[in-house]
Nanobody
Framework: QVQLAESGGGFVQAGGSLRLSCEASGYTFSSYDMGWFRQAPGKERGFVGSIAWSGATRYNQDSVKGRFTISRDNKKNTVYLQMNNLKPEDTANYYC?????????????????WGRGTQVTVSS
């Protein structure tokens, strides 16, 4: 059974940093593309960034350009989201997701599996 478990969320002041982790189990992690999405109250779930099985990354440049970095450790079955210079508008529930079928990694519909999310709150 595929499971994704996010951790690392919390409260932080504007300008601070957090590192989110997503530990995967139940499948061959190294062969899956991974993505991070976020959802704020009253808003749709939006793409933050992704890392392919090859290590290639892409980001939502408009919202996280130069501030967020995604990485993966295949030995630990874990994908990370390093978030620096956080802003109040980054406040959201952050989800990781796994995809194996290819397709546009910016689209939530590409992903087959999802974690339950971890809350990030940034105060001004």
């Amino acid at each position: 059974q595929v499971q994704l478990a996010e951790s690392g969320g919390g409260f932080v002041q504007a300008g601070g940093s957090l590192r989110l982790s997503c530990e995967a189990s139940g499948y061959t992690f190294s062969s899956y593309d991974m993505g991070w999405f976020r959802q704020a109250p009253g808003k749709e779930r939006g793409f933050v960034g992704s890392i392919a099985w090859s290590g290639a990354t892409r980001y939502n440049q408009d919202s996280v350009k130069g501030r967020f970095t995604i990485s993966r450790d295949n030995k630990k079955n874990t994908v990370y989201l390093q978030m620096n210079n956080l802003k109040p508008e980054d406040t959201a529930n952050y989800y990781c997701a796994a995809a194996t079928s290819g397709g546009d990694l910016r689209r939530a519909s590409t992903y087959e599996y999802w974690g339950r999310g971890t809350q990030v709150t940034v105060s001004s």
